[in-house]
């Protein structure tokens, strides 16, 4: 097979840890598979249109020079994010002819699409010409067939996979706890996630802080996640002034990270759009249960009690969930389901399905 020529929007560096790490971590994945990769990415995660304009050019420039440098060993392109990213493939279709994999996130089609109708337009279009798409959840994957009338059959469902030797569970969950620092003798809920409006962070402060009143020094909230909107992050941590069991933690590296997922007594993911919710599979992962909105792939992740669903933007609802959890000490959840769920994405059998993928459409 010739090389796979991987484009994406998002990917990681040593100063933005979580920035597209899933995409880094697949791609990872394939080299250690023997399947030869090109990276053409923005590793940078400014904002602002001033500062979109300057890092999308210099992306697209970084693009052109990395596909001219290897246009004859090339075989494939798999970008992630329909919009920007899949737009370098469809050109690279239609000017080289060289095939094209698309693989769809969620806010790529569930945002980004509605933002404009060009967008929507170039959306459907990237959609509709690649050979293959890849939705990482179920609803998308609905969402791409009925709304920008791409076949059936030309889409997978398959999430970036979990790593299960990185997320695994601990042997001793309050021993664990105890080596971050967190007290093992409370509830300690647990968020991973940028610090965004639409991750549900605000609501999920409000209701830490009614079930910190109703319940005092029962539970504490730890908050992991980078800061993408200043504004948001400060209202976010002026909402938290005075709650001495609510921590904020910048991100960290992945085996870091998942000392967290496996410390937690429950992870809650409180988010208004989510294309699947990777993070709440690493949490499983780590033997760690769920709470999470019932919107997107979480919606069928979540299923057959395989966690506890809550309408978005409620924080009273979520507030009900927390204090239960509080007054049961802990939740239950079907293990035989989680199990089941683990196996389906866990990362070598995403690999082998990708590179099954690979091998019906590269030149």
């Not at 400014?46 to 970084?62: D, E």
């Not at 590296?253 to 809650?268: D, R, W």
Request: net charge neutral.
């Amino acid at each position: 097979m010739k090389k796979v020529l991987v484009i994406s929007n998002m990917y990681p560096t040593e100063e933005h840890l979580a920035y597209g790490i899933f995409v880094k971590n697949q791609v990872e994945q394939l080299e250690a598979e023997g399947i030869e990769t090109l990276l053409a990415v923005n590793t940078n995660p400014a904002t602002g249109k001033k500062n979109v304009l300057l890092k999308y050019a210099k992306w697209a420039l970084n693009v052109g020079k990395v596909f001219r440098a290897n246009k004859h060993d090339i075989g494939l392109t798999h970008s992630h994010y329909v919009f920007p990213s899949g737009l370098f493939s469809y050109y690279l279709k239609q000017r080289h002819n060289i095939p094209y994999i698309v693989t769809a996130h969620g806010g790529d089609i569930n945002k980004m699409a509605k933002k404009s109708g060009r967008i929507r337009d170039l959306t459907e279009k990237i959609l509709q010409n690649a050979d293959h798409v890849i939705a990482v959840g179920e609803e998308l994957a609905q969402t791409i067939q009925q709304d920008f009338r791409v076949g059936k059959d030309r889409i997978t469902v398959m999430s970036m996979g979990i790593d299960r030797t990185v997320f695994a569970e601990a042997p001793n969950k309050a021993e664990a706890a105890q080596k971050l620092g967190m007290d093992p003798t409370k509830i300690n809920f647990l968020f991973v996630g940028n610090i965004i409006r639409e991750k549900g962070v605000a609501e999920l402060i409000k209701a830490f802080k009614k079930l910190n009143s109703s319940q005092p020094s029962k539970a504490e909230l730890y908050c992991v996640g980078s800061t993408k909107d200043v504004n948001f992050t400060t209202q976010v941590k002026e909402l938290a002034v005075g709650e001495p069991g609510i921590h904020f933690i910048e991100p960290m590296p992945q085996q870091e990270l998942s000392a967290y997922f496996k410390a937690a007594n429950v992870f809650v993911l409180p988010s208004y759009i989510e294309g699947l919710g990777l993070v709440a599979l690493e949490a499983m992962s780590c033997g760690t249960p769920v709470i999470a909105s019932d919107v997107g792939g979480l919606h069928y992740l979540l299923a057959d009690e395989a966690g506890v669903l809550v309408p978005p933007k409620d924080e009273i609802l979520l507030y009900n969930v927390l204090a239960k959890v509080v007054q049961d000490c802990g939740l239950q959840v079907n293990e035989a389901q989680v199990e089941e769920l683990l196996q389906i994405h866990d990362a070598k059998t995403i690999i082998t399905r990708l590179i099954a993928l690979y091998g019906n459409y590269s030149k």
